[in-house]
């Protein structure tokens, strides 16, 4: 089966059976390794991209439903001379250690500040369900709440 | 020789306190070796660890994996501060798992321990790094990179190297080194006003013999250390760039994974290859010893294809074996009443059995844990002109190297194993129990193309190597005036845990006997290794005697530290930061929690609840560390929160449990992890002491457990002594 979507703003036609996860589509057959395996069953976000511009969780996003659909991936949320905000604040905030869930989060980030952009730490809360076992999440919390433009709420 | 971690802490304090830095380029041929493989044109080595390039990039090899530690950053740090660099010109690499680049720092930190003989630490530089190249020593691990390598080995390069271009410029401008001084890259002669960049001297420099034992500067003078500088590997950290193991491919590569005997120790028996190669896009089934692997044309076809398997293991006889059998085994091997090892000092029998004496007992339980790393084990491996390269992340390269020849049947010289970023270690990646390195081996060798392999979330769950589970029996009495006269620990699990476990309270009588039980399962360097279940116990334990005397938990353990001690200081900065003794409302509690582990002191306040529907609420969190020197404190004060954050994880709901000898967990719903929503605001504060550096990484960790199931005795006078605790309490 081939299917056919939109890739970063590329059309890109995905090779495969029906069933395989968009996760491993975008990594093997486009080398887009930003977007990481983490347990594939949608239980810690570390695949999360855009679909539309909704955040989707790619290890369990069979491609045969993204036909024609537009997928933003963690290496176009920014480019070097235009980051996103949130990678601004990323970096400005140290928020990764090993990085590994960290396009995950960046990914799931994005998605809530374009629905929400001055989001309460009660949104965050609910938004930001990706795993970290470094635990960054102090770290995100606030650098969410920089790149929305305001000054950290302080957390309960 | 085998590596046992619970000597490192043995190892450390015997070297620190011997004060010995390093000599290391005593050997030779290392050195040779290792500057060949670092130094080029335009490119001056010193050392094994440091170029300095024409245009004045420094480039530091790091003997260590930064996880997200930091660690490469900050020994980066201590390299350049010591150097006088310029900080915009400084970029750490990984150093090559070739035996060149053995860690003799780490040898000096640990070897005296495992042979526990503190007299090592004076023999000549040329044995550690004998024996650094041999051990193997390249391991990321134990706290060390910062008070080991940092101190016994960057600081040193820096020093010395800075001393070379010093020596070199001093020629150069024919006036005396003492006239000539160093900042940003650059040596200056103020009385001439003339000055020389580093780069444009490296290469003669380099060719001059280094000092053995440069000076090194006082903490008054350092522009660098502790300084909370950004990290260098953050950038590609937030656009997808940074590579990791699971991210290496080569042309022509095919994807493998696998699934081993559930029951550890077991075998595969048999295996129908039929319903894998059924699938769509797989290649090849191969049968190992202990596991099955399915290679295919990318990882999802490969992972339908291993589903279809039913492949046949034994279970190497432990199919009987349950978490509630090994407590029960436990339990019957401490009543049994011979321990396998017996420490401690004073006569606690008398103690106990003193008339007028108020005792008190109590038996803690902990489960296995698993350390859960977000990136799955990966390892590509490539078979060709009789050689083999693999790609992959393990917090040894050497050792890994090593492990990779072995099982591939090849000479050391044709292996390369070429070390990745890596998505979380926290233990699981020593290569003794990383089964993947034999498992990446033999799947290359048996394959004429390229594969990659890797684990499942499902196999990483149930293939783990996981923190023992453990039963510890505390005995404790009271004398007269309310102090604690005698402490009994005894405890059952694989480790002797003497040497990682600083008991850091004056009792009189004290015993600790530890009851060697075995299972099944590895016996694995989790985050903290043993600290973690005997800060659980000891915290728990001094908490509940408080609450005996009837004294406040804080002021109880106050009572019982030497005064004018480090300890103390630490106990009282968390006590008043927190804001002890201040009114809570109904239903909330604080809990304090004191330990000292990799030669850092950190004590915690939990401030805890309980909902009227009995869920746990965690509401802030004061955390005090002394670690004698902070070297960035922004990533330190990182390290400190992620390690709350994974303690208070565990002891909120993660175990891993045994049913027929096989693991019951298999992904994060059954293996939760603390996310965001829970995770409560971390004070972090750090004491400065001036003491010889301890480690970062994992001492934050130890007191989280214990000082929440304190708080939640102080909130509902319900004692947890079994762990995790759920996240609702009844």
New interface residues.
Partial sequence: MAVEAQVNGKPVTFQGDDDTPLLWALREQLGLTGTKFGCGIAACGACSVHIDGEVARSCSVPIGTVAGKAITTIEALGTPTAPHPLQVAWIAHQVPQCGYCQSGQLMAAAALLAHNPHPSDADIDAAMTNICRCATYLRIREAIHAAAGGAAEVAA | MKLRRRHFLIGGTAVVGAGVFSVWWGDHAALQRAKAMTGGPGQAAFGGWMTIANDDTVTVYSPHID????SHTALAQMLADELDADWAHVRVEQAPADYAFGNTALAKLFVPGMAGMPALAHLPDAVFSLIARNAPLQVTGGSSAIRATGQFSMRVVGAAARQALVDEAAARLNVPAGELTTAKGRVTHAKSGRSLRYGELAEAAAQRSLPDDPPLKTRDRFTLIGKPI??L????????????G??F?LPQMR?ATVIAAPVRGGKLQSVDHAPAMAV??VERVIALDSAVVVVAN????A?KGARALTPKFSDGGHGGLTSAGIFAAQAALIDAGKPDHHYGSGDVGAALAAPGARTHHAEYRVPFLH??????FAMTGHHHDGRLDVWGATQDPIQTRNLLAQFSGLPVDRVTFHPM??????GRRFPPYTQIIEQIARVAMAVDYPVKL?W??EEDVKQGAYRPQSMGRLQGALGHDGRISGWQSDYAQLADAESETVFPYVVPATARRHYKYISNQVDAFWRSVNSTQHGFYNESFIDELAHLAGADPYQFRRAHLPAGGRHLAVLDAVAQRSGWGSALPAGSGRGIALVESFGTICAHVIEAGVDPDGTVRL?KVWAVVDCGLTVNP??AA??V??A???GL?TALGEAITLTGGAVDQS???DYP?????E????DVHFIESGAAIGGIGEPGLPPAAPALANALFAATGKRIRTLPIGRTLV
Avoid: C
Wanted: hydrophobic share 45%; no cysteine; glycine share 14%.
């Fill in positions: 996880f997200g530690q930091g950004d990290r590997d953050i950038p590609a950290k937030v656009n997808g760039s940074a590579t990791y699971i991210d491919a994807v769509h896009g990318g990882y999802w076809p992972l350390q859960a790393a977000m990136e799955p970023i890596m998505g979380g270690g926290f890797i499942s979330r509401h922004r990533n990182a390290q929160q992620g709350v954050l994974m994880s992904s994060f719903p992890v603390i996310k965001l929503a995770a409560p605001a971390i």
